[in-house]
């Protein structure tokens, strides 16, 4: 009964500093997401998965990577971390596109 | 580009007060509208959805009609409960994009 599975749930980096987040899903989805969510700015697409061995850049991918490693899992790298980059992170998968399950989210901080 | 802006939150209501949570949008085609739910420290969670014009989503209470001629999907809940204070999210699906785009959220807090 696990769903969408993000890890870690709370982060704390210093500018500069890389770190890779790590989502994982047991539906048998083929689509992938990574949105961050700030206030009053609703969600936004990082990048995205259709499908395993695909990748496609959303709204704001600048100063990200991902990795579809399977088709349970796809990760977000962030390379050199920025406070711009200080966010509430989810992941979420779906079979069809519409309907989409969210993980619990990552509460990463930037200093 | 497709777009889907909200009411400003937060809105603060009273238990058993009627809720109506504004939401608009713009797209080209026939696009499926989503509410999307998001409870204290939980990722979001589809509340309902319609797909076509003049279709109603429904849900615990909560009922959204898709209307095309004012391009618009308002969120309704006759009688409110403290349960209900969360992040509500409207949504667009546009089959072109394969994905989907949402309003910036409107929090609703409940009081008894």
């Known amino acids: 009964n696990a769903g969408v599975t993000q890890t870690p749930k709370f982060q704390v980096l210093k500018t500069g500093q890389s770190m890779t987040l790590q989502c994982a899903q047991d539906?048998?989805?083929?689509?992938m997401y990574w949105y961050r969510q700030d206030p009053g700015m609703g969600l936004r697409l990082i990048y995205y998965?259709?499908?395993?061995?695909?990748?496609d850049k959303g709204e704001v991918p600048n100063g990200y990577n991902v990795s579809r490693l399977n088709k349970r899992e796809f990760s977000l790298r962030l390379e050199s971390a920025a406070p711009s980059q200080t966010s509430v992170y989810f992941c979420?998968?779906?079979?069809?596109?519409?309907?989409?399950?969210f993980g619990s989210g990552t509460q990463l901080s930037v200093l | 580009g497709n777009s889907v802006t909200q009411m400003e939150g937060p809105v603060t209501l009273s238990e058993e007060a009627f809720l109506t949570i504004n939401c608009t949008y713009t797209?080209?085609?026939?696009?499926?509208l989503f509410w999307y739910v998001q409870y204290p420290g939980e990722g979001l969670q589809l509340l309902l959805k319609?797909?076509?014009?003049?279709d109603k989503g429904s849900n615990k209470g909560f009922e959204a009609t898709y209307r095309k001629e004012t391009t618009s999907f308002h969120l309704e809940k006759g009688s409110v409960q403290v349960s209900d204070s969360a992040v509500y999210f409207c949504?667009?699906?546009?089959?072109?994009?394969?994905?989907?785009?949402f309003g910036a959220g409107t929090r609703l807090a409940v009081h008894p």
């Open positions: 319609a797909t076509k014009a003049d």
């Open positions: 979420a998968s779906s079979s069809e596109g519409e309907k989409l399950f």
């Open positions: 797209a080209t085609g026939y696009p499926s």
């Open positions: 539906m048998n989805h083929n689509s």
């Open positions: 949504a667009l699906f546009s089959g072109g994009y394969n994905k989907l785009i």
């Open positions: 998965s259709a499908s395993e061995g695909t990748t």
